[in-house]
């Protein structure tokens, strides 16, 4: 067995209006085309397909499942020429994720990560290479809800299990 901390992040909001629910309702369909799923994803969600978010959602959503930070996605954007900043990079994964196509997973506080998967699930944090892994079991529980404040309602509950090399 891994050693395993487990760090909950456990979101209260007053309105249960989850990003991820709302776009999920009208999501296009997917024709196999990344430039033109973009354009479509990007559309429905109401953001104007500019040259630099077509740009940088084909980098992110062309290649299936990713978790990046804004870090990795703008080296990547860097290494295909696609002329941006780090804070557009920034505003840019903070539009998709406001439009709920993008889902944010805190670790550490300091580090987040942008998941492209927006579905109901947890992580494996491993803490040798910094990576995100999704843990399989989306009906993973917790075993006992914590009691919330009056006139507060759980919106989701993100699970971040933390692994590092056995010693
Ligand atoms: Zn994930």
Not at 66 to 71: C, G, I, Q
């Amino acid at each position: 067995m891994p050693d395993v901390e487990i760090s909950l992040n456990a979101s209260i909001s007053d309105d249960a209006a989850d990003p991820a629910a709302r776009a999920g309702g009208h999501q296009p369909a997917l024709t196999g085309c990344p430039w033109h799923d973009v354009n479509e994803m990007l559309q429905a969600a109401g953001l104007r397909p500019t040259r630099q978010r077509m740009a940088l959602g084909w980098l992110l959503f062309g290649k299936g499942a990713r978790h990046l930070t804004a870090e990795m996605l703008y080296e990547e954007a860097t290494l295909a020429k696609v002329p941006v900043s780090l804070a557009t990079v920034y505003n840019t994964l903070n539009q998709l994720t406001d439009a709920g196509l993008l889902r944010q997973v805190s670790v550490d506080g300091t580090k987040t990560y942008f998941d492209t998967n927006v579905t109901t699930h947890h992580h494996f944090y491993l803490e040798n290479s910094h990576e995100l892994v999704d843990i399989p079991d989306p009906h993973l529980v917790l075993h006992k809800m914590p009691d919330v404040p009056e006139g507060y309602e759980i919106a989701r509950v993100d699970m971040v299990v933390r692994l590092r090399k056995k010693r």
